[in-house]
């Protein structure tokens, strides 16, 4: 990076101060009260005078040179002569300073100039700010002269690192010059600064801003495609493959490179290494070998010296060779790379400390830890002095901790991943505020190993207090992050009272719809990029309300505050282990314990061993996650956990004889159990939507009488979309909204809507967007496909999707599973749907891109409704779906479900709603009775072999005259009632 900026020349460089002479200052003066009379052509020859004499006296970087030129310049502007006046001064816009009003601040100026380039920041610091109070008091605040000061101070304070304040002392004087110069080479060389601070303290997004914005002052200035012009195109390159779109970055950089070599007659050797990086970073180490060397070979054959972008591209092969195995050649070419940084730069730089690390890493793959670990204790301390770049400080932190690790020095271990940690969550924090949802996706890939695969793996094997909680605090942050950075989000949008903010909210809302329901390759990219910069402009002018991001930034003590001495809160996370295998761990906590416990539970393989008919009869499923946590459950009436993994499909609240001492505990599902500090207790919900009864061959005003073909069972599987028998009609489900809403009434709901039969279409579901309904229940066929199920039958998934598979991963998940709603067989049955109308599919990802804030509760009463994908940030399918369309808490299935057993059980849990229960305690009692649920059924009598005719007769007409009734419990079986739970009930 810094490669790229240093030929950029600041501005505020060192100059040299002589004082006019007194003949300059006579003329100047004469010149002056000319000028204050309005008598411009009589001042003109004074102001020549006093110019010639301060072109000789004084040097050229005197800044005090150009003060007669700039008053001769303003003579000749207001005589009319504009082109005149600007090739006299660039200052010829602005009124005139009287230079007998700067005389000590210009002294200050230079003086805090000259301790600049001792490297004396603190001092030179001292003057400026002394200067700059001057120069307001004499010329004001939106003087160019007071905005230089600026400049200054901000350049000192980045120096003694104090970023943020330098950023907005910046910002300061970028406002000044934009108001008074409107074009000029000024604003481009401040905003490129914006962009570099904003660059090492890891705000990628606020780099790009500026740098695009340097661009587009470059671009205002001259139209030529200068070096200068490539440099900023090249940092923007950069900070896109830090953001993770390493793809464009590569993309752009390598027509960056034709465009080149066309004006010039060759290759750019900086962007021939940026290319070698980006293609190492997507896995392409043969091309980026042959771009590195194209690179390294360019340079040598020049005339170019041996400069820091030459020590950078060396870098980049070293690298490489560790890549490819070539431990000893990275090693070997670093160290001779290093004495020649050394003898032309010195130690305290860039391009040393990059050398330096590529070797402790050459050093550490030969199993030379500890040389790899004194090494890396020099980056790490170069770092903290000169800290270029947050991205790359918690790279190093990284390093530190891994070797230590390896060597079994687990405190130090401990301590480094622990201020990584830190550092990493922090630059994310600061990154996600300013990403669209596109670009945290890709950012988020670049950062994820840390928190799911490394920092687990220390805790595991090193434990401590500090540590343990880092990893709860990471585990906060990490798990649903891009899922809770949305819902953030929208919560500030939906709570702003701004129009304008609510209007450009709604204009992206239609744009997805549109782009939902376009199949022209050339027309998605347009409605993409069209998406895009007006979520840009939203999240810039969202930030003047509230930064979002706060509510994500919670920690292990938040938690604990929020818990009850009998309460309990577990973060279940996973460890990888060689072999791909994964143990499942849960980090406890409790009010009364000063830190977060973690204790080890089981392999994922067993708990796939367990055969799934038994999962919820036998006490295998207990044993594995409930009984080695029963020394930390002593005394608990509510246990609140988070699960990871295939836990998310596993009902384990409901696991088969669990001791005793927790049999009675409440067991609350959470997202995240971030969830008891962000929620909101108090809901007061009044309507509802209840879908049930649906006819499935209904088209339009027509239905096809089907009600005779009774499934049982509210799920489609992928047999019977690839047989395209369609689905069933559930007549269960009609009896039990009508259920429902008669139970609701009770609690004088003001409206409640049943849509069955012909009425609950897709469209009338769509139409509950941005209405703020409390409950919807939605009681028909669900499904979920696997990836790999979907594309066997790829014809009828691009038929559901419309045609064309334009999304990416997550979308794609959330196209696999979804609801059936009233006309839905047209579809399933391959006939061809037109673009743009509703097929009666309801997919997750349609429901996500709807407004149901304000939803409380939504019941999936259908098969497989909590089933998805499963990744480090959730389950991708109808669960998210409603998530990031605003639901709170989530009724759903695990399996397929029983539909007279899924009536009852739901007519009992809308029962104990209405008398005051709440949600999981509603969900239980359900559970309980359908499990206990009694029914008489006729049985067959027990005939023993008659022993003569007469005893023969006898029984015969005992038989027919007596029938023999039984009672039995046809659901007891988990399968009936365990399948529903609750994800996020804490209301």
């Not at 990493?424 to 996706?441: C, G, H, P, W, Y």
């Not at 910069?533 to 919670?554: M, N, Q």
């Not at 579809?827 to 891109?849: F, H, P, Q, V, Y």
Request: glycine share 4%.
């Amino acid at each position: 990076m810094r490669t790229l900026i240093s030929i950029f020349i600041f501005f505020f460089s060192t100059v040299s101060l002589f004082a006019q002479t007194e003949e300059s200052n006579k003329y100047f003066n004469q010149g002056m009260e000319l000028y204050n009379q309005g008598k411009y052509t009589d001042a003109i020859p004074c102001f020549e005078k006093s110019d010639s004499i301060d072109k000789v006296t004084l040097d050229s970087t005197s800044n005090r040179r150009e003060y007669s030129a700039m008053w001769l310049a303003s003579c000749y502007k207001y005589l009319g002569d504009s082109v005149k006046a600007k090739s006299l001064s660039i200052y010829s816009f602005q009124v005139p300073v009287n230079r007998n009003l700067t005389v000590q601040s210009d002294s200050l100026a230079e003086i805090a100039s000259k301790l600049d380039a001792e490297s004396k920041f603190e001092e030179a610091f001292s003057y400026a700010k002394s200067a700059s109070l001057i120069e307001k008091q004499n010329l004001g605040d939106k003087s160019l002269w007071y905005a230089n000061s600026l400049c200054a101070i901000s350049f000192d304070l980045f120096k003694m690192q104090k970023f943020e304040e330098a950023i907005r002392t910046l910002k300061d004087a970028l406002k000044i010059k934009k108001e008074l110069l409107k074009c000029h080479h000024d604003l481009l060389v401040i905003q490129h600064w914006l962009s570099l601070m904003n660059y090492t303290m890891g705000n990628y997004i606020d780099a790009v801003y500026y740098e695009e914005e340097a661009l587009n002052s470059k671009k205002a200035l001259t139209s030529t495609k200068d070096v200068e012009y490539f440099t900023l195109m090249g940092n923007i390159v950069l900070y896109q493959h830090l953001l993770g779109n390493t793809d464009y970055a590569l993309k752009i950089d390598l027509e960056l490179l034709q465009s080149y070599k066309e004006i010039y007659g060759e290759y750019n050797v900086a962007m021939l290494g940026n290319i070698a990086t980006f293609y190492s970073q997507l896995g392409e180490k043969e091309k980026a070998l042959h771009y590195i060397k194209e690179s390294i070979n360019l340079y040598e054959k020049s005339s170019i010296k041996k400069d820091e972008n030459y020590f950078s591209r060396m870098g980049v092969l070293m690298s490489l060779n560790i890549d490819l195995g070539k431990y000893e050649v990275a090693e070997n070419l670093g160290t001779e790379m290093l004495k020649l940084i050394e003898n032309k730069y010195g130690c305290n730089n860039y391009t040393y400390v990059n050398t330096l690390t590529v070797i402790a890493q050459a050093k550490f793959m030969q199993n030379k830890i500890n040389e790899a670990i004194n090494m890396q204790k020099q980056v790490v301390n170069i770092r903290r002095k000169i800290h270029w770049g947050a991205a790359d400080d918690a790279m190093s932190l990284r390093g530190m901790a891994i070797f230590y690790w390896v060597n079994k020095e687990y405190n130090k271990a401990t301590q480094f991943a622990i201020e990584s940690t830190e550092m990493i969550s922090d630059i994310v924090l600061k990154t996600f505020r300013n990403l669209t949802i596109a670009e945290q996706k890709l950012f988020w890939q670049r950062q994820n190993d840390w928190y799911f695969d490394i920092l687990p793996v220390y805790a595991h094997s090193m434990g401590g207090a500090s540590l343990i909680g880092t990893l709860y605090n990471a585990t906060l942050l990490s798990k649903g992050l891009l899922l809770n950075a949305e819902i953030e989000m929208k919560k500030v949008l939906s709570d702003n009272k701004d129009k304008a903010l609510l209007s450009l909210y709604n204009d992206i809302l239609q744009y997805k719809n549109i782009l939902e329901n376009t199949i022209d390759e050339e027309e998605i990219q347009k409605m993409y990029s069209i998406v895009e910069r007006k979520e840009k402009e939203l999240l810039a002018k969202s930030k003047e309300y509230c930064d979002y991001t706060k509510k994500l930034a919670i920690k292990w003590q938040d938690v604990k505050n929020n818990l009850g001495e009998r309460d309990v809160a577990i973060e279940f996370v996973t460890i990888p282990i060689k072999g791909n295998r994964k143990i499942y761990s849960a980090i406890v906590l409790r009010k009364s314990q000063n830190s977060p416990i973690m204790i080890n539970l089981f392999e994922e393989q067993q708990l796939n061993n367990i055969k799934r008919d038994s999962l919820y009869l036998s006490k295998s499923l207990s044993d594995l996650v409930w009984t080695p946590l029963l020394p930390y459950l002593k005394n608990i009436k509510n246990i609140y956990f988070s699960p990871v993994g295939i836990l998310h499909n596993v009902a384990i609240e409901y696991a088969n004889n669990k001791p005793s001492s927790i049999r009675q505990c409440s067991f609350y599902r959470l997202s995240s159990t971030r969830q008891l500090v962000t929620r909101d207790l108090h809901k007061n919900v009044k309507n509802a939507v209840l879908f049930g009864g649906l006819n499935y061959d209904s088209k339009g005003s027509t239905a096809y009488d089907s009600q005779d073909k009774d499934s049982g069972l509210r799920s489609i599987d992928i047999d019977s979309l690839n047989i395209r028998n369609g689905c069933q009609y559930l007549p269960e489900t009609k009896e039990e909204v009508i259920s429902i809403k008669k139970r609701l009434e009770t609690l004088h709901f003001k409206d409640i809507i049943t849509l069955t039969d012909t009425l609950g279409t897709e469209n009338s579901f769509k139409k509950l967007s941005g209405k703020g309904t409390g409950i919807i229940h939605i009681a028909t066929h669900g499904f979920y496909w696997t990836e790999k199920e979907a594309f066997a039958y790829n014809d009828e998934y691009k038929n559901i999707l419309g045609g064309v598979i334009k999304y990416d991963t997550e979308d794609k998940a959330l196209t696999r599973s979804g609801l059936l709603l009233t006309g839905a067989n047209a579809a399933l049955s391959m006939r061809k749907i037109k673009i743009g109308k509703n097929d009666g599919i309801l997919t997750a990802k349609e429901i996500s891109e709807l407004d149901l804030q304000g939803l409380d509760l939504v019941v999936l009463s259908a098969c497989q409704t909590g089933l998805g994908e499963i990744t480090g940030d959730g389950v991708f399918g109808l669960q998210r779906g409603f998530k990031k369309a605003g639901a709170q808490t989530l009724m759903m299935s695990l399996w397929k479900v029983d539909d007279k057993a899924t009536q009852l059980l739901m007519s009992r849990f809308y029962s104990n709603l209405i008398t005051g229960k709440n949600k999981i305690e509603s969900l239980r009692d359900a559970q309980k009775y359908v499990r206990e649920f009694e029914t008489e059924v006729e049985v067959k009598a027990d005939n023993k072999p008659a022993i003569s005719a007469h005893a023969k007769e006898q029984l015969q007409q005992s038989s027919t005259q007596q029938k023999i009734i039984k009672k039995v419990h046809p659901y007891k079986d988990p399968k009936y009632w365990a399948a529903f739970i609750l994800l996020d009930a804490l209301n």
